[in-house]
């Protein structure tokens, strides 16, 4: 599906992140693992790619500067000679009450998930491959209004408003969409959360469980194929009927 296929994964030293970039390194892809401080989780990630036949390398990029973005490309680029796929995986939660977040909860989640994205967009907007893919993460609390998570979620309504305009600015055969996971059992997600609160989460969709991160990954795998062209300019729910 994504043989031979170049494809940047940002924040995919953990999580959903690493989840995708194990899959589409076993589909023929060769990937590229960014993160912005997780060296020794993102060089096991590479080692385990390649130790199972696949290509890849790690680079290390703070997606919310752009100078660290255009680094990440033009490595890329030095390596494997094209861009086929950017999944814009990384992101940051901050979860509070919006009375109780401070100005630099505000800084932080907005320059991670939605200048993070921007950067990445306009590096993507001449550096992708024609006909390449680009997919975007928002996040299921967008449509939600959970308590809370009204920071994060205002900056997943950003992502979603940059995917479909950017999806009839790019041009050059390009598709451009988001994917929306509902509540996935990662260490980010579940840092924090009480037993009664996750058992909550659970009841809230159609089948009762959190997802995994390899169903997350599955869909990005589907969306990075060439299979999925005709799509573009949307939000792809992800969440088991959450929302």
Known sequence: MVYNKVIIVTGSSKGIGKETALLLAKNGAKVVINHSNSEKEAKETVAQIVANGGSAFSFKADVSKKKEVTALFDATLEAYGKIDVLVNNAGTMVSKLLKNSSEDDFITLFNVNVKGVFNTLQEASSKLADNGIIINFSSSTAKLM??????????????????????????????????????????????????????????????????????????????????????????????????
């Open 146 to 243: 959970l308590p809370t998570y009204s920071l994060y979620s205002a900056t997943k309504a950003a992502v979603e408003q940059m995917t479909r305009v950017f999806s009839k600015e790019i041009g050059r055969g390009i598709s451009v969409n988001a994917i929306a996971p509902g509540a996935t059992e990662t260490d980010m997600f579940l840092d924090g959360k009480s037993e009664e609160t996750l058992t909550k989460l659970r009841g809230m969709n159609a089948f009762n469980r959190l997802a995994k991160p390899i169903d997350i990954a599955k869909i990005v795998l589907f969306l990075s194929s060439d299979d999925s062209k005709w799509i573009s300019g949307q939000v792809i729910g992800a969440n088991g009927a959450l929302v």
